[in-house]
């Protein structure tokens, strides 16, 4: 399965929707390296990538929620708390197990559909919601 961000995706602001693109660039990165079979180093360090561009992105919608007062925000809040929980076993695995074939498909469908579930469904309600106040 090929991740990547298409119009489909967008949620109406910018800002967000430039992030989302980004992001699946960099889980992009991360499954082709995990799948042509690249060394744990350059796993770790396109990994590294993606976990910071999450946390900025996450804490970025979330500043959106506070400031505009989101009535969803609790909700959406909750979401990206079991995201990065779910993530933190991934590292933990690739961690002791080292890549292989098998957490590399795992891996790809988990975050591919993670994300396109979130986007289409919290982070739509959410641009929908911003739109009408964002300048
Ligand atoms: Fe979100
Ligand atoms: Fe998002």
Redesign the pocket.
């Known amino acids: 399965m090929k991740i990547e961000w298409t119009e489909t995706l967008s949620v109406g602001v910018t800002a967000i929707d430039s992030e989302h693109r980004e992001l699946f660039n960099k889980i992009g990165t991360l499954v082709d390296a995990m799948q042509a079979g690249k060394g744990a180093e350059e796993i770790t360090y396109s990994l590294k990538f993606l976990d910071e561009y999450i946390e900025t992105h996450?804490t970025h919608?979330e500043n959106f929620i506070d400031e505009y007062y989101y009535p969803g925000g609790t909700t959406?809040k909750l979401?990206?708390d079991k995201f990065r929980k779910l993530f933190k076993e991934i590292k933990e695995r690739l961690k002791a197990e080292g890549p292989s074939k098998n957490l590399s498909i795992q891996t790809s469908s988990f975050l591919g559909q993670w994300w396109i579930d979130?986007i289409n469904k919290?982070?739509r309600e959410?641009g929908a919601f911003l739109q009408k106040k964002l300048p």
């Open positions: 996450f919608e959406h979401e990206h979130h919290v982070d959410l």
